[in-house]
């Protein structure tokens, strides 16, 4: 699961959620947010719900926004790299430990980028 910084970004830079059964997201419980299993669709959803995408939704996101994608790990972090054309494109600072935090960051470099136009 990406962690809550992430997913606040993700928000943030315009990613849109159409809840579904099955997925994560994070709730404000008091004063902490907790992670949460949606498990009965959308009837128990709260606007203030903050999605944390799989990884297979975070690379599913990636190449439905027009974008390749290719991951891998070479005795360190994970990096994800994305491009419209060939070859892909490194995101420079964008290598993390958790390959699910790093193919959130590559979808956040697309939205910031799609954003600027």
């Not at 719900?49 to 996101?61: C, H, T, V």
């Not at 994305?82 to 993390?96: D, F, Q, Y």
Request: aromatic share 10%.
């Amino acid at each position: 699961m990406i962690s809550l910084e992430l997913a606040k970004k993700l928000k943030d830079a315009g990613l849109v959620w159409e809840p579904k059964e099955g997925d994560w997201c994070y709730r404000r419980y008091n004063e902490q947010w907790k992670p949460r299993l949606i498990t009965d669709g959308i009837e128990n959803r709260y606007t203030s719900d903050i999605f944390a995408p799989s990884l297979s939704q975070l690379l599913a996101e990636i190449k439905g926004r027009g974008w390749r994608w290719g991951a891998g790990k070479n005795d360190g972090p994970y990096l994800v790299a994305v491009s419209k054309n060939s070859p892909l494109r490194e995101i420079p600072h964008m290598s993390k430990a958790k390959i699910e935090d790093a193919a959130a960051m590559a979808l956040l470099w697309v939205l910031e980028r799609e954003a600027v136009g």
